[in-house]
């Protein structure tokens, strides 16, 4: 009689944010469409920050009911070490070393006593992981389960870190501040597009260890996977990357049907699938609607800048000096800043009622998709990139930190899909810049070479996913070997 074959079942591990969440969970769907049994785990704080946000009566003492299931992904949930209460934003170093050490004793305990359940058995044939949780690998290595890790920045911002970890002294320094950074399949790299975790005025010690022990895990990982596509960075991928590991590209990982360009309707799992933190706006589209054709300005920040009142400032000057209608995400902030960061200019929003609309928080997706908007004013952060990419929108990059300045980098100078403004001596940016370039853009000569652009790109990372496309092959070939190992 012929030996029933046991279910191929991965585990994917996340860091309890919704930037790292949302790219695995949309992986794991693709893994599930292709016959795969896909479970998340995350911290539990995760549980606790997903119902505060979304009822606002939910404290740190309320009963938290579980989450069994996102977008039909089966949720397992870990303890970090640390009380629900304890601000892990304000300890970040601390918290992201006793994360490592809990995290992984949790976790490890978890899947034995899932393996070793009597009635139900689950067992794991792969788990992955991402940059924030390199010690997910060790987990795997302890338990002899192969394990993969999700890069989830651009292909570009591994080959930095790998140059910097090998090559320390190529990176500015203290004493030479302008160093520029040369690395096969990229254009030279000023200090100003490379990432803040490698320059010396970096004080996020915590994460930048983090980083740097995921490129020296590279070699416990069996596999490779990087939410981009093939064709988006295939010059340092085949210069550069493909040198130290051999990396498989698997997305963009944006809802399928952004890829579509057809989001309708924001309660439609197959539109959104993922979480969103924050309540959005219902007000967004229907203002939306009343706008013409690639006439509003999309201003979105993500959900961890808060820019100090100077910055508001200017921001709202240029906005009301276009005279054009624009649709700015000002979301209050989830930890203590500065007085009059993040706030408003006094009197904007009455000032400018009849040419914009301010809100807490918007649907992304739906707003992206919608035919009136013309340009994305963003941070830059990668999921915003690869979903204003899915759609053509074009983009002037306002980067800040982490990968923001060299995924700007890419953006304006590899794929010519955008503008980027530039802070002054003062660390501001100017009013008037900003205003130069959503005028190009919104009716400048190079705005229209951007559209055009734009819309090259939105093409390709469509084929990318496509059935036979460089991701969607990617994706198979993972599957493949997972299967042929539990074979």
């Known amino acids: 009689m012929e030996k029933e074959k046991q279910p191929i079942h991965v585990l994917m591990v996340a860091f309890a944010s919704q930037g790292h969440i949302n790219p695995m969970l949309r992986l794991g769907k693709h893994l599930q469409n292709k016959g795969l049994h896909v479970t998340l785990a995350t911290t539990e704080i995760f549980r606790h920050r997903f119902f505060k946000h979304n009822q606002s009566t939910t404290t740190v003492t309320d009963q938290i009911p579980d989450i069994p299931s996102i977008s039909g992904i089966d949720i397992l949930l870990f303890s ?68 993969a890790m999700l890069w989830i920045q651009p292909c570009t911002l591994l080959a930095i870190y790998h140059r910097f970890q090998s090559n320390p002294n190529d990176f500015p320094t203290k004493q030479n501040l302008e160093k520029s950074v040369e690395i096969p399949g990229l254009p030279l790299l000023q200090p100003c597009d490379l990432p803040s975790f490698v320059l010396p005025s970096n004080s996020f010690l915590g994460l930048t260890k983090t980083f740097f022990e995921t490129i020296q895990n590279l070699h416990k990982l069996k596999w490779v996977l990087a939410n981009s596509f093939y064709e988006l960075e295939k010059d340092v991928i085949s210069n550069y990357v493909s040198t130290f590991v051999t990396i498989r590209t698997v997305g963009p990982l944006v809802p399928p049907k952004l890829l579509e360009g057809k989001i309708h309707d924001d309660h439609d799992e197959e539109n959104f699938i993922g979480i969103d933190m924050w309540k959005s706006d219902d007000k967004c589209l229907e203002w939306l609607n009343k706008n013409n054709p690639k006439s509003v300005i999309y201003v979105s920040f993500g959900s961890l800048i808060v820019h100090s009142r100077e910055a508001m400032d200017r921001i709202a000057t240029a906005l009301r000096n276009t005279k054009r209608p624009f649709l700015w995400v000002v ?67 306002y980067a800040m930190w982490s990968d923001q300045p060299t995924n700007a980098k890419l953006l304006v100078d590899v794929l010519g899909i955008g503008l980027r403004v530039w802070p002054n001596k003062d660390g501001l940016v100017e009013s008037e810049m900003i205003q130069e370039c959503i005028e190009e853009i919104m009716g400048g000569p190079k705005g229209a070479e951007i559209w055009a652009k734009s819309n090259e790109w939105k093409g390709l990372a469509r084929n990318s996913v496509e059935n036979g496309g460089s991701s969607d092959r990617n994706i198979q070939e993972f599957i493949d070997e997972i299967v042929g190992i539990n074979s």
């Open 331 to 397: 979301k209050p902030p989830d930890y203590p800043v500065q007085e009059g960061a993040g706030e408003l200019p006094k009197g904007f929003i009455q000032e400018t009622k009849e040419q914009g609309l301010v809100v807490n928080w918007a649907p992304q997706n739906l707003v992206l998709t919608h035919e009136a908007i013309g340009c994305f004013l963003t941070h830059c952060g990668w999921n915003s990139v690869l979903e204003t990419i899915s759609v053509g929108v074009p983009i002037i990059a």
């Open 80 to 147: 970090d070490g640390f009380s629900l209460d304890y601000d892990r934003k304000a300890n970040l170093n601390t918290y992201m070393e006793t994360l490592a050490k809990f995290g992984s004793k949790n976790l490890s305990n978890i899947i034995t006593s899932l393996a070793c359940n009597k009635t139900r058995p689950k067992k794991f044939s792969c788990l992955i992981n991402n940059s924030f949780i390199p010690w997910v690998a060790d987990v795997a290595k302890e338990l002899s389960i192969p394990c």
